[in-house]
């Protein structure tokens, strides 16, 4: 089978690699119908991270289910599923606590020998390793390409404003956007309107994501450097990447206020201002999406109509005409197969 493999900094191209068979009972072999990019995967491209290629690309798809073990009893060959980016066995005593992102067993697509090998979702097939465990039906009247990044940053968005704004309802919620691809970001201003948010802000240092927040009805402001503060907040996203904008979101919380951090800080170092937190008593949120837990409440807000991924979508590609897409795309890449 052929597999879209990053190689080397601005260079992706197809390779032959073994397709994967079923080997035990609980596993299933997926063909992904729609695979979006990750707002990693352009930084993975342009060589801005510490993996290092070759290995197969991506990891938000929604896949027909072609091959199933004995064991596995939630899908049958044909079905239309959503493929979690994470792997978790769901028996681990971490899956048992929620935490199937950190699942002993588990690992992650699209990354390589960093997420344990499993492949990506950029290839004709892929082999999921726990199906009952995993798998997710796509809701009837959904699209395959509307629901591509459900398994990651729709979840990412999700996590990082449903929760704290329940406990802070009509709170006001501030969005920070770096200058790399911000789906998260436009993914939460959607999220944050639909859970009755009294005002949604963007600040962001990408000019290209401050129009399409404008567009969605978020309040804007494009700077070129991060301010010290921007005003007060209940719940604050900080997708900066960069290590300036994470005091920035913190400084700009009410007493009281939730922030999320969804930025993957490679140089592991940032600055935050901890007295400010403590005399606040604010409350700061970091780490990876568990994809697993959150797949079924972020697919019913889709269904339901309460949010359009659609909107967030910047480009579509073919299967065929994926490696040059994902060498120029800005915001969300979906790519799509017959």
């Known amino acids: 089978m052929q597999q879209l493999t990053y190689v080397e900094a601005g260079r992706v191209e197809w390779e032959e690699a073994e397709a994967p068979v079923v080997s035990a009972p609980e596993q299933a072999i997926v063909e992904p119908l729609a695979v979006a990019t990750c707002d990693l995967d352009r930084a993975i491209v342009e060589g801005s991270t510490p993996f290092q290629g070759p290995f197969a690309l991506g990891h938000e798809m929604v ?31 971490r899956c048992l606590r929620g935490l199937t992102e950190s699942c002993k067993r588990g690992g992650m697509y699209g990354i390589g020998a960093a997420g344990g090998g499993f492949g990506g979702a950029l290839s004709e097939r ?30 990412d968005a999700w996590r990082s404003i449903v929760p704290p704004l329940r406990d802070r309802p009509g709170g006001r919620v501030l969005i920070l956007a770096g200058p790399g691809a911000n789906s998260i970001p436009l993914y939460a201003v959607q999220i944050a309107q639909a859970s009755g948010a009294e005002a949604v802000t963007v600040l962001t240092r990408n000019e290209d994501t401050a129009g399409k927040a404008e567009r969605l009805g978020a309040e804007v402001e494009l700077v070129d450097e991060w301010p010290e503060s921007h005003g007060r907040h209940d719940v604050v996203l900080e997708h900066a990447n960069e290590p300036q904008g994470l005091p920035t979101a913190l400084s700009s919380l009410r007493a009281g206020g939730h922030c999320t951090s969804s930025s993957m800080h490679f140089g592991g170092v940032a600055e935050i201002p901890i007295l400010q937190m403590f005399m606040t008593g604010v409350t700061f949120s970091t780490g990876r999406a568990r994809s697993r837990q959150l797949l079924e409440p972020v697919l019913e807000l889709i269904a339901s109509g309460a949010i359009d991924p659609s909107q967030v979508t910047s480009e579509t590609a073919s299967w065929d005409d994926a490696p040059e897409a994902l060498l120029g795309y800005t915001t969300k890449l979906v790519v799509t197969r017959p």
């Open 63 to 93: 896949a027909r289910v072609v091959e199933i073990g004995d064991g596995v009893s939630v899908a049958k060959p044909g079905d239309r599923v959503v493929v979690p980016f994470q792997i978790s066995c769901g028996e681990c005593p």
């Open 126 to 155: 892929v082999a999921v390793p726990f199906a009952d465990a995993m798998l997710v039906p796509l809701p009837e009247g959904v699209e395959p390409a509307t629901a591509a990044s459900a398994p990651d940053n729709i979840s």
